[in-house]
């Protein structure tokens, strides 16, 4: 079925490729979205050298199975909502530097997702170690 021509505007120029070229093409998008997160943002940096601190840690640890998946997961897990609160701080920035409540709301928002995130961290960490 053909689209109305206003919704065929509002597609993406980027979104024409499928298949297996699709996920070669993400897969080089995610890598430059890494190297540009290792680049731009301090944080990601700081929370990616605690990974692999902690990371190696849980799989050395005298754990079960489970538990040392849920103390990685839950690294990662800090990882990708930095990831996340990144990219909403950087779209904010594109559009305007300018002091908007809008936007300090957003950047605080995310900010607030990454402390819980740690906090999850945090809490998950200490109550499979302290069993």
Request: glycine share 4%; no cysteine.
């Amino acid at each position: 079925m053909h689209k109305p021509p206003e919704t065929e505007a509002a597609e993406s120029p980027f979104k024409g490729k499928t298949g297996v070229a699709r996920i070669i093409q993400a897969t080089f998008n995610s890598f430059a979205g890494l190297a540009d997160a290792w680049r731009h943002e301090s944080a990601f940096r700081q929370e990616v050298l605690m990974a692999l601190v902690l990371i190696p840690l849980a799989l050395v640890l005298p754990l079960e199975r489970v538990e040392k998946g849920l103390l990685v997961a839950v690294v990662l897990l800090v990882l990708v909502v930095e990831l996340l609160n990144s990219s909403v701080e950087a779209a904010i920035d594109r559009i305007s530097f300018d002091h908007h409540n809008l936007s300090k709301r957003a950047k605080d928002i995310g900010s607030a997702a990454v402390f819980v995130s740690l906090f999850l961290m945090s809490i998950t960490w200490y109550l499979i170690l302290m069993k």
